[in-house]
């Protein structure tokens, strides 16, 4: 009787999770000896950035060679659609289209406005209904 844990897939997926959690604690890559109680955090913020910037690397160039290699082409798949990318005795690999969004094309808007109604008009309407956006906060680890 076969198991999930049976797949050997799993097994590598368990040891590749447990290999990734290790980085930033051990084999010359734990924190350095210091005598701030905060360089705990930082170097966790260190290790943590440098795996996303390097997993994110990988991701994008493992998909670009997965997809050439499959000859799939993401622009023909329909809204909503789902289909298989890649599949082998070990893994599938499935993408599925997700729904465009709509997004306001503000110079668009503003210059049908100002036809209809004026320059004037339309820029003190546009500024009535701005909603100011929360400014977004970036992190950069400097050595």
């Keep these: 009787m076969s198991t999930v844990n049976d797949n050997p897939i799993t097994h590598v997926r368990s040891l590749a999770s447990k290999a990734f959690a290790r980085i930033g604690t051990s084999n010359g890559t734990a924190p350095l000896k210091s005598k701030s109680n905060t360089y705990g955090s930082a170097h966790e913020f260190f290790i943590a950035s ?3 910037t390097q997993a994110t690397k990988r991701y994008d160039q493992a998909k670009k060679v997965m997809l050439l290699e499959n000859g799939f082409d993401p622009d023909k ?3 909503g659609m789902s ?7 070990h893994l599938t ?3 599925k289209k997700a729904t465009p969004r709509k997004m306001l094309n503000q110079t668009k808007l503003i ?3 100002s036809r209809s109604m004026g320059a004037k ?8 209904c701005t909603d100011e956006a929360k400014g977004a906060v970036s992190y950069e680890v400097i050595l």
């Design 83 to 89: 289909t298989e990318v890649s599949s082998n005795e």
């Design 121 to 128: 008009e339309a820029a003190d309407l546009i500024a009535e």
């Design 77 to 79: 798949l329909d809204v």
């Design 93 to 95: 690999i499935a993408a």
């Design 50 to 52: 440098l795996l996303k």
């Design 111 to 113: 210059n049908k406005l």
